[in-house]
Structures are given as structure tokens and as C-alpha cells.
């Protein structure tokens, strides 16, 4: 069984403490909701683990081994994935180009990734995520839950342990979000360790199976 783990994590921006001797534990092919009100610092929680934000102390663990995520490639070494609050996508690109930025690295001269055609992968890609849209359709035509699923389905083009979802539902219409369920049910069959962050209670009865709290910056409680 894997194991994530950040422990003593603190965060200052000018000044003000956000986060303070935060811990929380993620078990691979499980689901942890993380609570907290607006403000709590949950999105700055997570930027840390992807390398996002350095931490001014505390550390991260994976299966109790101590790890350095200094940077958003580190995070990807450590097949730490997130699906971003807002939306990290280029409007006047088409859905394959914005599967394709930021993944380049895994990709060789003849669009090849990891031995599959990038048009193969994005196709059964949007198969998974049931976006019925041409790769060659640009971003900015789709509405918003539409992106929110480019997002998600960018997330999947690549193997991750641990993925990290930021209030993913947010613009997601029923149909949708009972597919994005589907999909963080399959992760967790393929063993991945989910953190998943909403404000939506109802949600978290259904996938949740364990909860965290953050209130002022501060680790609350952990169970089910
Ligand atoms: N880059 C930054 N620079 C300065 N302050 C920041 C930065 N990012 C976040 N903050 C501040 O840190 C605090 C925590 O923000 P954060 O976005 O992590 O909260 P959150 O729990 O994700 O809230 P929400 O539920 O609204 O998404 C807030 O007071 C916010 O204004
Ligand atoms: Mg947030």
C-alpha cells in the first residue's frame, strides 16, 4: 500500500501565516476530502505538494520516505498529478495541443508518448471522459464544465499515484459530474490515491473515505 504524507507543513505569504504544522496522509486507491472554509488554505496546501509554492518548513513523505518537491517537474517524477480550481488551459488552442503543453517532455519528434500516437491518446482520452468534441476544436468553443473535463482528461494522458482534484465539479453540470465520479472510481481500482477538495457535502458522502479539516490554517481531524 503506498502512502503520501506531508507533515509539519507551513506557509507565510508577506507575513500573514496561511498554514501552520498542517499534516495529512493520503493511502493509495482511496479518496480524502479536504475541508475547509474559503480562505482555509486548501489550494495552497496542494500547490505545495505539486511544487507550486515551497513550504517555509515541514516535509512530504512517500511511502515514508522523505522527498523534495522543489518544482512542478519533481511533483511529476513522483506521479503527483492536480486538476486545477482555475482552469490552467490556452482558450485559442485545440484540445490535443492543450493535452500536449506542459506533457512535451514525454513526448518525442513524432508525437509518440510512452509508444502510443498522441492522436490515439487524446482520442481515448476523451472516450474516458466522454467529451463528445473533435481534438482539432479549440478550447475557448467549449463551455465551462466542457473545460473543466479537458482539464481532467489532461491530468489522465499521463501514469499518476496521487491525484489531486480542486474543487473539480465546480462548473460541472449532473451528467458530468456523475462521470468525473466514474473516472475517480477507476483511478482508485488502478490504485490511485485521490485528494479531493469540495464544498459540496452531498459529494463527499458518495466518495469520500476519509476526511481532513483545515480551519486557520491549522490540521483538524482525520477519520471517516
Ligand atoms: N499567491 C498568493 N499570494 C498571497 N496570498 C495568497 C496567495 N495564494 C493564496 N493566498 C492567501 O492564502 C490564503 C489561503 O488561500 P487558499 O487559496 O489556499 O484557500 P482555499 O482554502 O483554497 O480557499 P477556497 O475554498 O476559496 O478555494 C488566503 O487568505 C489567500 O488570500
Ligand atoms: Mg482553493
Do not use: C, W
Not at 507533515?7 to 496522509?25: C, H, N, P, W, Y
Not at 492536480?82 to 492543450?98: G, K, R, T, V
Not at 480542486?166 to 477507476?186: G, M, N, Q, V, Y
Not at 482508485?188 to 463527499?204: A, C, D, F, P, T
Amino acid at each position: 500500500m503506498g502512502q503520501l504524507k506531508m507533515q509539519g507543513i507551513s506557509k507565510a505569504f508577506s507575513g500573514v501565516q496561511v498554514l501552520q504544522d498542517v499534516e495529512l496522509v493520503v493511502e493509495s486507491g482511496t479518496v480524502l476530502a479536504l475541508l475547509g472554509e474559503n480562505g482555509a488554505g486548501k489550494s495552497t496546501l496542494m500547490k505545495i505538494l505539486t511544487g507550486e509554492y515551497e513550504a517555509s518548513s515541514g516535509q512530504i513523505l512517500i511511502d515514508g520516505e522523505p522527498v523534495q518537491i522543489k518544482n512542478v517537474d519533481d511533483a511529476r517524477k513522483y506521479g503527483i498529478g492536480m486538476i486545477h480550481q482555475e482552469l490552467n488551459l490556452f482558450p485559442n488552442l485545440s484540445i490535443a495541443d492543450n493535452f500536449l503543453i506542459g506533457n512535451e517532455s514525454d513526448f518525442n519528434k513524432s508525437g509518440f508518448l510512452e509508444g502510443k500516437k498522441l492522436n490515439e491518446m487524446v482520442a481515448s482520452v476523451l472516450k474516458r471522459i466522454n467529451l463528445a468534441r473533435h481534438p482539432s476544436e479549440l478550447v475557448g468553443n467549449l463551455g465551462i464544465g466542457e473545460q473543466q473535463l479537458v482539464e481532467i482528461g489532461k491530468s489522465l494522458l499521463r501514469e499518476v499515484r496521487y491525484m489531486i482534484m480542486d474543487e473539480p465539479t465546480a462548473a460541472l453540470t449532473e451528467s458530468e459530474t456523475e462521470r468525473l465520479f466514474e473516472i475517480i472510481e477507476s483511478l482508485k481500482q488502478q490504485g490511485v490515491g485521490i485528494i479531493y477538495i469540495s464544498h459540496r457535502m452531498e459529494e463527499l458522502y458518495r466518495i469520500a473515505d476519509y476526511v481532513s479539516v483545515l480551519r486557520d490554517g491549522r490540521f483538524m481531524r482525520r477519520g471517516t
